[in-house]
Antibody, heavy 119, light 107 residues
Framework: EVQLVESGGVVVQPGGSLRLSCAASGFTFDDYTMHWVRQAPGKGLEWVSLISWDGGSTYYADSVKGRFTISRDNSKNSLYLQMNSLRTEDTALYYC????????????WGQGTTVTVSS | DIQLTQSPSFLSASVGDRVTITCRASQGISSYLAWYQQKPGKAPKLLIYAASTLQSGVPSRFSGSGSGTEFTLTISSLQPEDFATYYCQQLNSYPRTFGPGTKVDIK
């Protein structure tokens, strides 16, 4: 079964740091571009970041650029999001997602992990 | 950054209705557009990519069209399981922005 499972979401104070993980199974992980997408409570979807199959290319939303770092370990079938200088507006459910093919959207999503930034 | 707008924001419809949702981009994105369905408490589900390509396993009552700056998602005959929020996403450039969503509710 193709599956993505996120972990690492917790309550953290503003200015704090956090690392999210996403474990992939059921597909050849290193064949695919991977994404992080977030959804604040009661709000719409916000694309956060992308990493190419080999980790050689990364892109970020303006709202997280310079604070978040996406990475992957293909030997562990894992995707990561290092989140620094967290702000209250980063509070959201964070999904990892697999791109179906280049420039074609995300066909496999995890269940999400919740990050709450609050003092 | 490319901005996406969706209309309507909210749509009330009955089972069996034909429903059309529009997504407009602030600049041309060729056919690099995807549509997703999201139900409460669930992750989004990919319906359409490349503007008009139906994702595997998605019912044929869903269809997409358009290119450039204007795109549509059509549900030919609304079913009870289709009541959800629908999002478009552009994949032409970074950041890969989503539209604000269209909630389809039961009339």
């Amino acid at each position: 079964e193709v599956q993505l499972v996120e972990s690492g979401g917790v309550v953290v104070q503003p200015g704090g740091s956090l690392r999210l993980s996403c474990a992939a199974s059921g597909f050849t992980f290193d064949d695919y571009t991977m994404h992080w997408v977030r959804q604040a409570p009661g709000k719409g979807l916000e694309w956060v970041s992308l990493i190419s199959w080999d980790g050689g290319s990364t892109y970020y939303a303006d709202s997280v650029k310079g604070r978040f770092t996406i990475s992957r370990d293909n030997s562990k079938n894992s995707l990561y999001l290092q989140m620094n200088s967290l702000r209250t507006e980063d509070t959201a459910l964070y999904y990892c997602a697999k791109e179906v093919e280049l420039l074609a959207g995300m066909d496999v999503w995890g269940q999400g992990t919740t990050v709450t930034v609050s003092s | 950054d490319i901005q996406l707008t969706q209309s309507p924001s909210f749509l009330s419809a009955s089972v069996g209705d034909r429903v059309t949702i529009t997504c407009r981009a602030s600049q041309g994105i060729s056919s690099y557009l995807a549509w997703y369905q999201q139900k409460p408490g669930k992750a989004p589900k990919l319906l359409i990519y490349a503007a008009s390509t139906l994702q595997s396993g998605v019912p044929s009552r869903f269809s997409g069209s358009g290119s450039g700056t204007e795109f549509t998602l059509t549900i030919s005959s609304l079913q009870p399981e289709d009541f959800a929020t629908y999002y478009c996403q552009q994949l032409n450039s970074y950041p890969r922005t989503f539209g604000p969503g269209t909630k389809v509710d039961i009339k």
